[in-house]
């Protein structure tokens, strides 16, 4: 089955850690995306991928990097100067870069930082 | 500044009556308009959108949506809730100023509860 797998499902680290989440897709995507989820707040733009080699920051990028490297991957590393970093991530992709792709979205990493 | 809004942190509803989700969007231009469905500790699912043509929008699961320009609604409706659509629902709309690529804009989230 074609999907999206965003792995580990849980993620603990020490604060001053950097961090990263793995996102991999066989839906032949060109387009991948994360998320940031926290209560109350909706979903929130780190970074998006139109193609392989090239990625553009979202609403929210500062303390994050991405690589696009292979069109099925993209990674996303917290780093320790993200200053409230517990949330829960979401990696999604979609067919293409024009508007009105559905997004499909893999199942989270839940990363908590103490 | 284009935003979307869903007024309702939560709805509750019996199983078997019907269901409103609510969502007002403020974009400049034509919306493209979406919903999706969220089960806990899970991703999203994409249920249905709306780009043009026919303000009813028939989508996933039993789901439609209707649009209403006049409005700036786009209200999620299913005609008799199950205790299976309980989770958390998520209306969102194309960031036009995002350069034509599929930047959305989610609101905050509607958490509904159906009761048996």
């Known amino acids: 089955d074609g999907g999206i797998t965003q792995s580990p499902k849980y993620l603990f680290r020490k604060e001053g850690q950097n961090v990263t989440l793995s996102c991999e897709q066989n839906?032949?995507?060109?387009?991948m995306y994360w998320y940031r989820q926290d209560p109350g707040q909706g979903l929130r733009l780190i970074y998006y991928?139109?193609?392989?080699?090239?990625?553009q920051k979202g609403d929210i990028a500062e303390g994050y990097s991405v690589s696009r490297e292979k069109k099925e991957s993209f990674p996303l590393t917290v780093t320790s100067a993200q200053k409230n970093p517990t949330a829960f991530y979401l990696c999604?992709?979609?067919?293409?870069?024009?508007?009105?792709?559905?997004?499909?979205f893999g199942n989270g990493t839940r990363l908590t930082v103490t | 500044a284009q935003s979307v809004a869903q007024p309702e942190d939560q709805v509750n509803v019996a199983e078997g009556n019907p269901l409103t989700v609510k969502c007002t969007y403020s974009?400049?231009?034509?919306?493209?308009l979406f919903w999706y469905v969220q089960y806990p500790n899970r991703g999203l699912q994409f249920l249905l959108k709306?780009?043009?043509?026919?303000?009813l929008v028939k989508g996933s699961y039993g789901f439609e949506a209707e649009f209403n320009k006049s409005q700036t609604s786009f209200h999620l409706k299913k005609p008799s809730a199950l205790v299976s659509d309980s989770a958390l629902y998520f209306c969102?709309?194309?960031?036009?100023?995002?350069?034509?690529?599929?930047?959305?804009?989610f609101g905050a989230g509607t958490r509904l509860a159906v009761h048996p």
């Open positions: 991928s139109q193609i392989v080699n090239d990625f």
């Open positions: 969102a709309v194309r960031d036009l100023l995002g350069g034509g690529y599929n930047k959305l804009i």
């Open positions: 974009v400049s231009g034509n919306p493209y």
């Open positions: 839906l032949n995507h060109d387009a």
């Open positions: 999604a992709s979609s067919i293409g870069f024009e508007s009105g792709s559905p997004l499909h």
């Open positions: 709306y780009i043009t043509g026919d303000n």
